[in-house]
């Protein structure tokens, strides 16, 4: 087993062209473990390492593959409990000693996870860093693409503990500097909360929009998301959010709303990524990977403006439409990242999917969106509709391609419901100005 040393994945530069291995690099299978809100710090069945080995293995069950058949696995050190350094320095708060490690627990480490699931033909291990969801799939198709490994298991996993929602790092210090002392008094994400909130009401004002237009989305996303048998709001609060409930939200920071902001949820995803070749004998139909692209957003101070958000928006869509060699209106489904619904718009209008343009996204939100109509946007639910665990954008835009959105992956099945209407050859998948990948039913 060797540990896989740093490179460069990313297609993070205009020029680069269409990417050498579309339509050669496949996802064959995924898998869902369990959903909570948080972990009880006591039951280790329900703990991240647990959910992460069951989420292999319905990945492993989903395409029809035994541990053998892996020779490579890929994870991230982005669990959202992410500092256990700072935790094991103060003592750790939930079993009594001896004590011996944070794998399992708040870390999921690739070396890890193939012990515990007897994955003895590993040969290529990439579990260091942190990249998250849309970057880490991005890595893994890259890493299949240039001949790393073969068939490729790859996890990402969100935990949550009482009280330490990734309260470490900045948030956990005494004192800070730099930017952060202006935002790490105000907890985790205030940083990343008010901008995205300065950001919004430019954008508000420059088109003469206001935030009570985004109740539509929350609404149709909770829809989506009580369609999805692996969403938190299915097995827990399974109820329908209302455009009522949504205008009488509390404030966190105005206008932002509680139901602007995806739930941090317990759980974990997993994927098997191999070539198109090998895919064509496995259980399930495959996906196919057509390209990826990433841009990094740059800004003047320690705050970026809305048009500088939107023009990395729209960089990343330049470089993805190169590296596919598609155009807007080849993308049948869409599914952007929605941590906070005041940025959803501009990813929305950079991509101008079903031709949307800009100052357009929250009209076209007042419009029917729903999986059943000819605009069926955010067929995932996002984050707001699953739960905060970042990867349901992908789950779902698999299962629609491949036309098993029902038959889900390691839940009881319930009906398709959720299933689109529209033509759905293609998938486009990512976070804002970040990182984004095109999956296709076809190959070319």
Not at 69 to 96: K, N, Q
Not at 119 to 128: C, Q
Request: glycine letters at 10%; one cysteine or more.
């Amino acid at each position: 087993m060797t540990t896989a040393t740093p490179w460069h994945y990313k297609r993070d530069q205009f020029g680069m062209g269409v990417w050498p291995y579309r339509g050669k690099v496949a996802v064959a299978g995924m898998g869902n473990a369990p959903i909570d809100r948080r972990w009880d710090m006591k039951t280790l069945s329900t703990s991240l390492g647990a959910y992460a080995i069951t989420a292999g293995e319905r990945a492993l069950e989903d395409a029809g593959l035994k541990p053998e058949d892996i020779d490579g696995v890929m994870t991230s050190e982005d669990t959202i409990l992410r500092y256990p350094t700072y935790w094991r320095e103060r003592g750790l708060p939930y079993f009594a000693p001896p004590y011996h490690g944070e794998a399992g627990l708040t870390t999921v480490p690739g070396e890890w996870l193939a012990e515990q699931m007897g994955l003895k033909n590993v040969k290529y291990v990439d579990t260091k860093g942190r990249p998250l969801v849309w970057e880490l799939l991005n890595k893994a198709a890259q890493a299949v693409g240039e001949g790393r490994c073969k068939t490729l298991l790859v996890w990402y996993t969100t935990g949550n503990l009482e009280g330490r929602y990734a309260q470490g790092g900045t948030n956990a210090e005494d004192t800070v500097v730099g930017e952060a002392q202006w935002t790490s008094p105000w907890g985790y994400q205030s940083g990343a909360m008010m901008n995205s909130i300065v950001s919004f009401m430019q954008y508000c004002r420059k088109y003469g929009k206001n935030h009570d237009m985004l109740a539509p989305l929350a609404v149709n996303l909770r829809r989506n998301g009580l369609m999805t048998p692996a969403s938190f709001y299915t097995n827990h609060e399974n109820y329908q959010l209302t455009i009522k409930d949504y205008l009488d939200s509390r404030v966190l920071m105005q206008p932002l709303v509680i139901n602007d902001a995806d739930r941090p949820v317990h759980t974990s995803a997993a994927f098997v990524f191999t070539t198109a070749e090998r895919a064509k004998d496995m259980k399930k139909k495959p996906v196919y990977v057509l390209g990826h692209a990433a841009h990094t957003e740059t800004h003047r101070s320690g705050m970026s403006t809305y048009q500088e958000r939107s023009d990395a928006c729209d960089a990343v869509a330049r470089k993805l439409w190169e590296s596919t060699g598609l155009e807007p209106k080849d993308v049948d489904l869409f599914n952007p990242y929605d941590g906070y619904l005041v940025f959803v718009h501009e990813q929305l209008e950079a991509f101008q999917w079903h031709g949307v343009k800009k100052g357009e996204a929250l009209d076209f939100y007042q419009q029917d969106m729903s999986i059943e109509g000819k605009d069926p946007f955010m067929s995932s639910s996002g984050n707001n509709g699953f739960g905060r665990a970042r990867t349901p954008h992908f789950t779902d835009s698999i299962e629609q391609l491949r036309g098993t959105v029902g038959e889900t992956i390691g839940y009881v099945s319930m009906p398709n419901k959720r299933k689109v209407t529209v033509k759905c050859d293609t998938a486009a998948v990512g976070a804002f100005g970040g990182d984004w990948i095109m999956f296709s039913k076809y190959p070319s």
